[in-house]
């Protein structure tokens, strides 16, 4: 975790920024010469509390938010302190002091809620009784972010620089501060975003772990499915078939683009979809009727209802108006106003950063943005390593839909005639035929690569 002194320097160097104001300019201001606030922001020298209070009377907000991190003091920067000019700004990737989070015992309400900040707790829940909650629609961050990709790139440069060129040792030093980092992109990824989402809302008991190291209530729908007839021909020795097992790339990268919860989750009752709303459902998933295709409900075998989220849900939903399955059944509900936008200007950040790694063979920073939306989507649920937020709804969403997109490639070499053979995992697609005709090849977001070949009833 970072030093007080440390998260003060760099919330020094965001408002700055946003500011767009120079080293002089802050010197002069809260009465220092500009060498002496440079030997503070690098270190060569400590910030006092005098230092404190000026810097905090100079931007307009109390000690407390200017000492509470780069992302909480941008958001209490005040308007008029802002540059109106059209360019953008960058906010440096740092992390924001941790939020407390809310108590474990809290439960979701179907009451609304009020727009939380990104930087408090979510209030105790009311008593039930209203009808779900509007999205929220006042940011609390109005100017935009400025170019996303070069504050990874920014990073990666100073990784390198700090290890005297030393690759393994920027590698190994990025990947520790994955977490801390692609935190901080998503608040950047967030300044004048539309809706201001929730960080901390009340979790219900569907959503908590049952112990420390066991499971919740939802179920994500992961695959693990293989072609049992096929598969039986081929033992039998009646059939050969060449198989392709191809590699989905960035499952989770890809998954970022999905509709999630804003604001806390209500609860409602009955057969009823609203697709501008996202959560988690209580269904009966009705009869799957393709044996020749797996099902988005993955390799769950035991029947009745089952909690799952809301790509699953949608994905069951197109399944059954293709008349693949039967529709499924909706009981109950816990969800929120959504959006499909939430995380997309950080997932288009990541993806251009990736996409330039991978054409210049950069490994330090391709491994550096995996290790980025990686430890995003497993620390935002219930992880001490991320203190920021605690969505497990989002966690289980992102995955879900994941395993949707890989579901979905099997359904597009399937209807362009390939034979689906197996499918597991998050990434993992086996086919026979020419994939190629269906799928572009290559490591780019939208294309796929072969993994291995074999022949199934042959060397299997």
């Given amino acids: 975790m970072m030093s007080t002194e440390e998260t003060l320097r760099l919330t020094v160097a965001a408002l700055m920024q946003l500011t767009r104001e120079r080293q002089p300019d802050v010197a002069a201001a809260i009465g220092l010469t500009q060498p002496q606030l440079s030997r503070r922001q690098s270190g060569k020298s400590a910030w006092t509390l005098t230092d404190c209070d000026r810097l905090a009377a100079h931007w307009g907000m109390s000690t407390l ?39 474990r015992s809290a439960a979701l309400t179907a009451t609304p809620a009020p727009a939380e900040t990104a930087s408090a707790p979510a209030p105790a829940p009311a008593p039930a009784a209203a009808a779900p909650s509007s999205v929220p629609r006042t940011p609390r961050r109005a100017v935009p972010a400025g170019p996303l990709p070069d504050l990874i790139r920014d990073r990666v440069a100073a990784a390198l620089t700090e290890a005297s060129g030393d690759t393994d040792a920027a590698q190994a030093a990025l990947i520790k501060r994955a977490v801390p980092d692609v935190m901080a992109l998503f608040a950047a990824s967030r300044v004048g975003g539309r809706y201001e989402h929730s960080e901390f809302p009340p979790t219900a ?5 049952r112990s420390q190291k066991g499971a919740d209530s939802i179920w994500e729908g992961r695959p693990k499915w293989r072609a049992a007839d096929l598969h039986r021909a081929a033992r039998a020795g009646h059939i050969t078939m060449d198989v392709t097992a191809l590699d989905m790339n960035a499952a989770y990268l890809a998954a970022l683009k999905t509709w999630l919860p804003i604001g806390k989750l209500t609860h409602s009752e009955g057969d009823h979809h609203d697709p501008k709303r996202s959560g988690v459902h209580l269904v009966d998933p009705g009869e799957w009727t ?65 996409d330039e790694a991978i054409a210049n063979n950069d490994e330090v920073t391709t491994e550096y943005v995996k290790s980025m939306y990686s430890k995003f989507v497993s620390t935002i649920g219930e992880s001490a390593a991320n203190r920021e937020i605690r969505r497990p709804d989002w966690m289980h969403i992102i995955r879900s839909q994941a395993f949707v997109n890989l579901w979905l490639k099997a359904h597009k070499a399937h209807k362009a005639g390939l034979t689906v053979v197996q499918m597991s995992g998050t990434d993992e697609l086996h086919v026979s035929g020419d994939w190629r005709e269906v799928f572009p090849e290559g490591r780019g977001l939208s294309q796929v690569k072969a993994k291995s070949m074999y022949t199934l009833g042959g060397n299997e």
């Fill in 290 to 354: 393709t044996p020749d295709l797996p099902s988005p409900l993955g390799s769950r075998q035991e029947p009745g209802p089952l909690w799952i989220t809301e790509p699953t849900l949608r994905a069951l939903i197109r399944c059954a108006k293709m008349n693949l399955c039967t529709p499924p059944k909706i009981m109950e509900s816990w969800t929120s106003g959504a959006s499909e936008g939430l995380l997309e200007k950080m997932r288009r950040a990541l993806d251009t950063v990736r």
């Fill in 205 to 209: 008991g569907l959503l908590q772990k």
């Fill in 65 to 103: 938010d200017l000492l509470a991190g780069p992302t909480h003091a941008a958001g209490c920067l005040p308007a008029a302190r802002r540059p109106t000019a059209d360019a953008q700004t960058a906010v440096p990737l740092a992390p924001s002091a941790p939020a407390p989070p809310a108590p």
